[in-house]
């Protein structure tokens, strides 16, 4: 597995476009990133050390994030905190569990993170082959969230209208997103090589990179957080299976649980974004009330063209 050694080049030597809603974007290493997060991504590259009882959450944004972020939390805290004083009642998931890019390293350099008590749980937007390299180094663990990009991509743009505008998509607008995204020119775009980067690290180490999918988390909870856990080195006794533990877990987590919950349904994150927005509909299958079905056509079509052979499936 080959990583790409740190560009010590600036910004402006990069290729740049200007994102379909006006702001810019950068491509470093494959990756589109949002000019802002450059600056956070070299730092982390350059600065985070691993433990290795650390647990790195990694998603393309609206693919689950949030939710992955409160089962972890939850199962790996088990036994600091009991199901009905957990802090995930009083803070937001993104609260409990920061990103590198957007949180950790977004002020500051070099934070002093030797603190914060094992495991250590942060999660990131970054494409695998921008991850620091002392994470692969490590026995740290990355578990990864996929989400049909028909349903990530519609997610994305009703998010970002609704932080911005305060309403949903325009069809112009839609259009415009939507073009980009197919081109790979988006938010941590492309989304096949965001995906396959992981997959890839996931067939190579399975034991290091957990690949999991928002479908098979809306089919099967119990047996997915069952996963998480013994992913984790931390499976269920059958004590704390008769106990119902994991029903406590899943239903805490749940979008209604969770959407319901007075921190998440007021407040912002990020300085910008509205907690609320972090919580839309939860389905799967969303995208055909957006897409147009050429537009669906086309996605599926680069789907099958950048996923053959991969063995990858949706
Ligand atoms: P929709 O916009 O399709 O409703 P992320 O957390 O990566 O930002 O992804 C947000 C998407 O996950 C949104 O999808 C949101 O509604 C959904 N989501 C948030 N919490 C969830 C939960 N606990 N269970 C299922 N889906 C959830």
Not at 194 to 203: P, R, T
Request: glycine content about 6%; aromatic content about 12%; overall charge negative.
């Amino acid at each position: 597995m080959k990583f790409p050694k740190m560009s010590s080049r600036s910004c402006s030597e990069l290729e740049q476009r200007e994102s379909w809603d006006g702001s810019p974007l950068v491509k470093y290493c494959g990756c589109w990133l949002q000019v802002m997060l450059f600056r956070p991504v070299l730092a982390a590259q350059k600065h985070f050390k691993a433990k290795s009882t650390d647990i790195l959450l990694s998603t393309m944004p609206k693919s689950g994030t949030t939710w992955l972020k409160a089962l972890t939390f939850s199962i790996a805290n088990r036994n600091v905190f009991p199901i009905d004083q957990t802090p995930l009642l009083t803070s937001t998931p993104h609260m409990l569990v920061p990103f590198l890019e957007l949180n950790v390293y977004w002020e500051q350099d070099n934070p002093d993170l030797e603190n914060i008590p094992s495991p250590r749980i942060f999660s990131t937007h970054m494409h695998f082959e921008l991850l620091p390299v002392s994470i692969r180094e490590t026995d740290c663990r990355i578990i990864y969230i996929c989400r049909n990009p028909l349903d990530q991509f519609v997610s994305h743009i009703q998010f970002l209208f609704r932080n911005k505008f305060g309403k949903d998509a325009d069809p112009a607008a839609m259009d415009e997103a939507f073009e980009m995204y197919c081109q790979g020119i988006y938010s941590f775009g492309p989304f096949w090589d965001h995906i396959l980067g992981y997959w890839n690290a996931h067939l190579e180490n399975p034991g290091k990179v957990l690949f999991l999918k928002y479908e098979d988390l809306k089919e099967d909870i119990t047996s997915q957080v069952k996963k998480i856990a013994e992913f984790l080195g931390l499976p269920f006794s059958q004590e704390e299976e008769e106990q119902g533990l994991i029903d406590q877990i899943s239903g805490l987590c749940s979008f209604e649980s969770l959407r319901n919950l007075a921190v998440n349904k007021t407040g912002i994150t990020l300085g910008v974004l509205k907690n609320s927005s972090f919580f839309r509909k939860g389905q799967v299958g969303d995208w055909a009330n957006y897409l147009t079905p050429a537009m669906a056509e086309r996605i599926k079509k680069l789907m099958d063209t950048k996923f053959e052979g991969s063995g990858l499936l949706f």
